[in-house]
């Protein structure tokens, strides 16, 4: 791996709201731990040209205002880890744009759930869904419950696997959060179809065999990432329902949720899927999206 492999920074959204610290926090535990810098980048919507009626006085006044947040944001990475290197960057832009191009040269890019909500009429969430579906690099969405935080560093990272070749990026993502941690991983396959259909009830389908393919499938695609990562501790779920609600169940007892992305559809039409919207709004931790084309590893 080359010198500027090694240096590529995690990169967080900051933008002043409790959910952007909480994504400070959160990125600088993982910056620590992979050994890179941390970078806090806060994107400012009002160009330099269009002072407005209101004058090239009160944007320097809001430009003051949010170079405040970073420093903020800057001493919070610091007191949680000493230690280590903290760049901040303010450009001019919308949230989308500037921390989709970060993502070009991040190792990974941290945000809240949920932000101010007052940039350019996005709706709350809005720049979370975008960037997971889209980011050139993996993305965490940093959600949080009421939780005790000297027991949630035990608990497993969870996997969902969908049994595509999309899933191949997010299996390498996840294996390598769970050995960073010194944590289990548990994998999760669920399948549907004609189930929920009480109409097949009497078309004597062999479910025992499916789910048996299905568990095959699930072992398949975890055997040599398995084989890579001998010291983690792998739990295998199969089960009959609906991904979401599977990886919801898990998350509860989760420190990390991981699943891929197919990253279709442009930023004015988002298409995250279902199972990537669920999570992102309604996971009672973070959960880290991966797309398929992602090239940088996550691991030191």
Same mark, same amino acid.
């Given at each position: 791996?080359?010198?500027?492999?090694?240096?590529r920074?995690v990169?967080? #959204?900051?933008?002043?709201s409790?959910?952007?610290?909480?994504?400070?926090?959160? #990125?600088?535990?993982?910056?620590?731990?992979?050994?890179?810098?941390?970078?806090?980048?806060?994107?400012?919507?009002w160009?330099?040209?269009?002072?407005?009626?209101?004058?090239?006085?009160?944007?320097?006044?809001?430009?003051g205002?949010?170079?405040?947040?970073?420093?903020?944001?800057?001493?919070?990475?610091?007191?949680?880890?000493?230690?280590?290197?903290?760049?901040?960057?303010?450009?001019?832009?919308?949230?989308?744009?500037?921390?989709?191009?970060?993502?070009?040269?991040?190792?990974?890019?941290?945000?809240?759930?949920?932000?101010?909500?007052?940039?350019?009429?996005?709706?709350?969430?809005?720049?979370?869904?975008?960037?997971?579906?889209?980011?050139?690099?993996?993305?965490?969405?940093?959600?949080?419950?009421?939780?005790?935080?000297?027991?949630?560093?035990?608990?497993?990272v969870?996997?969902?696997?969908? #049994?595509s070749?999309?899933?191949?990026?997010?299996?390498?993502?996840?294996?390598?959060?769970?050995?960073?941690?010194?944590?289990?991983?548990?994998?999760?396959?669920?399948?549907?179809?004609?189930?929920?259909?009480?109409s097949?009830?009497?078309? #004597?389908?062999d479910?025992?065999a499916?789910?048996?393919?299905?568990?095959?499938l699930?072992?398949?695609?975890?055997?040599?990432?398995?084989?890579?990562?001998p010291?983690?501790?792998?739990?295998?779920?199969?089960t009959?329902?609906?991904?979401a609600h599977?990886?919801?169940?898990?998350?509860?007892?989760?420190?990390?949720?991981?699943?891929?992305?197919?990253?279709?559809?442009?930023?004015?039409?988002?298409?995250?899927?279902?199972?990537?919207?669920?999570?992102?709004?309604?996971?009672?931790?973070?959960?880290a999206?991966?797309?398929?084309?992602?090239?940088?590893?996550?691991?030191?």
């Amino acid at each position: 791996m080359s010198e500027q492999d090694i240096r590529r920074t995690v990169v967080v #959204g900051v933008d002043g709201s409790p959910s952007a610290t909480d994504a400070v926090r959160w #990125g600088a535990a993982e910056a620590a731990r992979l050994g890179v810098p941390l970078r806090l980048v806060i994107a400012f919507g009002w160009p330099a040209d269009d002072a407005g009626t209101l004058g090239g006085a009160y944007r320097e006044r809001l430009l003051g205002h949010a170079r405040g947040q970073l420093a903020e944001a800057a001493a919070v990475a610091a007191g949680e880890q000493p230690g280590i290197m903290v760049e901040q960057q303010l450009v001019v832009g919308s949230p989308i744009a500037v921390l989709g191009a970060e993502a070009r040269r991040a190792r990974l890019v941290v945000i809240g759930d949920r932000g101010t909500g007052r940039v350019e009429g996005l709706l709350v969430g809005s720049v979370a869904v975008a960037l997971a579906a889209h980011a050139a690099c993996p993305v965490v969405v940093v959600r949080w419950a009421e939780r005790d935080s000297a027991a949630t560093g035990s608990l497993p990272v969870v996997l969902g696997v969908d #049994g595509s070749a999309t899933s191949e990026a997010a299996i390498a993502f996840a294996f390598a959060a769970a050995a960073a941690r010194k944590v289990p991983l548990v994998a999760v396959h669920t399948w549907s179809g004609m189930v929920f259909d009480p109409s097949t009830a009497s078309m #004597g389908i062999d479910w025992e065999a499916i789910e048996n393919a299905e568990r095959r499938l699930l072992a398949d695609q975890l055997a040599g990432w398995a084989e890579k990562h001998p010291e983690t501790v792998v739990e295998q779920v199969v089960t009959r329902d609906r991904p979401a609600h599977s990886l919801l169940e898990q998350a509860a007892r989760a420190q990390l949720v991981v699943i891929g992305s197919h990253g279709h559809g442009t930023l004015a039409g988002l298409i995250l899927g279902s199972v990537g919207h669920a999570l992102v709004h309604r996971s009672p931790c973070p959960v880290a999206v991966v797309r398929p084309d992602t090239a940088q590893p996550y691991s030191a």
